[in-house]
């Protein structure tokens, strides 16, 4: 058992739900990447007669405690899904207010980020992002960059469908000369050099990927929860990564593969 986890073990009050479930949990077959697709903020806002802004800012909440549940757990790289390509659809002040909120969140945690040895990382088109936007990420990923514990990677103006695009047009400009592998796509897409999503969780019960990762996402087990994002802590992703570990990964096979073997 490694330190972070005894360390998380010895935190936990010995009769709670959260101990209960992580006493269950083998830290020798842990997902070496989650990948999450934060999605109900709306409808929790909704059925407390509230704005959406409501929803999004609880939901912040929620990203605190799955973070450091994850840096607790030594879960080499989490990805949350914030703000999604197609997301500039919606009200031009629903979008403003998400940007703030993530300069906010920047602002209030990146010195408990760094402290905690965690890694911050984003993927998308962020040359697109408002300049402040910008700055901020990249503040937070210099002064992060040295950080060997969990890659907080988010995903900002991010479609896995883009993403596919802009790595097919990278190999274009590279001028390839060969028939294009999965080798080649892989070297071009964003999230180069992170491990494939062992485990997608998908929180307010739509079963639906969303166009989150599409290529990285080919083998991952996924797990669905009816809970609402804001309401999701901590046993939430314990109860999660238990159910990836009663799962049998066979990646095509017939036989199932071992956790080692599949590393």
Request: net charge neutral.
């Amino acid at each position: 058992m490694n330190q972070l986890f005894k360390e998380f073990e010895d935190k936990l009050d010995p009769s709670s739900r959260e101990a209960e479930l992580l006493s269950s949990i083998d830290p020798d077959k842990l997902p070496r990447h989650i990948a999450i697709i934060m999605d109900g903020n709306g409808r929790w806002a909704k059925q407390r007669h509230l704005p959406r802004v409501a929803g999004h800012r609880s939901g912040i909440e929620s990203v605190r405690a799955v973070v450091e549940t994850a840096a607790r757990l030594s879960i080499p790289v989490l990805t949350l899904y914030a703000f999604s390509a197609e997301n500039w659809k919606r009200p031009r002040e629903e979008i403003s207010t998400l940007m703030d909120l993530l300069k906010e969140y920047i602002q209030k945690e990146l010195d408990t980020i760094h402290r905690n040895n965690i890694r911050f990382l984003t993927i998308g088109r962020i040359h697109e992002l408002p300049a402040s936007v910008k700055t901020a990420l990249s503040a937070a990923e210099m002064q992060t960059r040295d950080n060997t514990g969990t890659k907080m990677v988010v995903a900002l103006n991010y479609s896995g469908r883009l993403e596919l695009v802009d790595s097919f047009n990278s190999l274009l400009e590279k001028g390839v000369d060969h028939p294009i592998g999965e080798k080649d796509i892989d070297s071009r897409l964003y999230t180069v050099g992170l491990p494939e999503p062992d485990l997608l969780i998908r929180t307010s019960g739509e079963m639906r990927v969303s166009n989150f990762l599409l290529w990285q996402i080919a083998y991952a087990e996924i797990v669905v929860t009816e809970v609402l994002w804001p309401d999701f802590r901590e046993r939430h992703l314990l109860e999660a990564v238990l159910e990836f570990q009663r799962r049998e990964r066979r990646y095509g096979g017939i036989r199932s593969v071992t956790f080692e073997s599949a590393r």
